[in-house]
């Protein structure tokens, strides 16, 4: 359970250090992860809530079960997002993107803190890069 536990919050830090800029979004789906998940925080409970009052009101007592199951699957929406925002901080870069990581180091004069980065490690040199340097970064 550690371990379940610790990547949920590998995650809610992945997500807290990935640069939103509409560049990226072409590139990584981790932009678009965290929209939604930052989205359904929000729109979720309100939903569950609302459901259960129409259940109440209207619904018939032999679908409660199923009602409950679909809660249940909706409120653990976002903590799959997190586990996924999670797996994905700790998976190395394909050799393209190390590559990436490298010149992009290289341009801040930045020496690199890992030999394999990670996905995590790669966000927070995008972010330091877009503080630092021109957006031409990307495409050179």
């Keep these: 359970m550690n371990s379940f536990s610790k990547t ?3 995650g ?6 990935w640069p939103s800029h509409p560049e990226l979004a072409a590139f990584f789906p981790e932009q678009t992860i965290i929209y939604l998940l930052n989205w359904g925080k929000r729109l979720i ?5 609302l ?3 129409l259940q109440m ?10 009602f409950i199951a ?3 699957f909706a409120l653990s929406l976002p903590v799959q997002g997190y586990y996924w925002l999670g797996k994905r901080a700790e998976t190395l870069l394909p050799p393209s993107l190390t590559r990436w990581y490298f010149d992009i180091n290289q341009k801040m004069n930045y020496a690199p803190s890992v030999n394999r980065p990670s996905y995590f490690d790669l966000a927070t040199t995008l972010r330091k890069a877009f503080e630092q340097l021109d957006r031409v970064f990307l495409f050179q």
């Design 45 to 49: 409970p309100a939903v569950v809530i």
């Design 12 to 17: 809610a830090d992945y997500s807290s250090i």
């Design 70 to 72: 679909s809660c249940l």
């Design 8 to 10: 949920l919050s590998y």
């Design 57 to 66: 009101q209207w619904g018939n007592p032999v679908n409660w079960p199923t």
């Design 51 to 53: 459901s259960g009052c």
